[in-house]
């Protein structure tokens, strides 16, 4: 009788193993499903940010420009802060450093301001870092 058992329960757990197996490559084999952007700011694929922001570039420019007095803008552009804001991203180059300046879209006010460390030539993970190496 207890071989029986033995049998039947050996039975039992190789039709699992064959019905997991088969799950799991279903599961493989399945296509992926679509990406869905995170971004649902005031427009999803939009090439201009810069139209949907309330602060235009020249006052994000000041608003950086004040944060480092005696600077010069670098660089500024528009980008979709979360689901419902557009920010500006402006470099400033003060006293031989370049700052990292977000200003909110919307009201003006700074997000962020921080000193841009250069990647060595080890970290190259940052592509759109401005830096003159």
């Given at each position: 009788?207890?071989?029986?058992?033995?049998?039947?329960?050996?039975?039992?757990?190789?039709?699992?193993?064959v019905?997991?197996?088969?799950?799991?490559?279903?599961a493989?084999?399945?296509?992926?499903?679509?990406?869905?952007?995170?971004?649902?700011a005031?427009?999803a694929?939009?090439?201009?940010?810069?139209?949907?922001?309330?602060v235009?570039?020249?006052?994000?420019?000041?608003?950086?420009?004040?944060?480092?007095?005696?600077?010069?803008?670098?660089?500024?552009?528009?980008?979709p802060?979360?689901e419902?804001?557009v920010?500006?991203?402006v470099?400033?180059?003060?006293?031989g450093?370049?700052h990292?300046v977000?200003?909110?879209?919307?009201?003006?006010?700074?997000?962020?301001?921080?000193?841009?460390?250069?990647?060595?030539?080890?970290d190259?993970t940052?592509?759109?870092?401005p830096?003159?190496?």
């Amino acid at each position: 009788m207890a071989n029986i058992k033995a049998i039947i329960l050996s039975g039992i757990l190789a039709a699992g193993a064959v019905a997991g197996t088969a799950q799991l490559a279903n599961a493989a084999s399945a296509p992926s499903p679509a990406p869905t952007s995170s971004t649902t700011a005031p427009c999803a694929d939009c090439d201009n940010w810069a139209t949907h922001a309330k602060v235009t570039k020249a006052d994000a420019e000041k608003t950086a420009l004040a944060a480092h007095p005696g600077g010069k803008v670098v660089q500024a552009e528009a980008f979709p802060w979360d689901e419902n804001t557009v920010a500006w991203d402006v470099v400033v180059a003060a006293g031989g450093t370049e700052h990292w300046v977000t200003v909110h879209g919307d009201n003006g006010k700074v997000l962020d301001d921080h000193k841009i460390e250069c990647p060595t030539d080890a970290d190259v993970t940052t592509l759109d870092v401005p830096c003159d190496k």
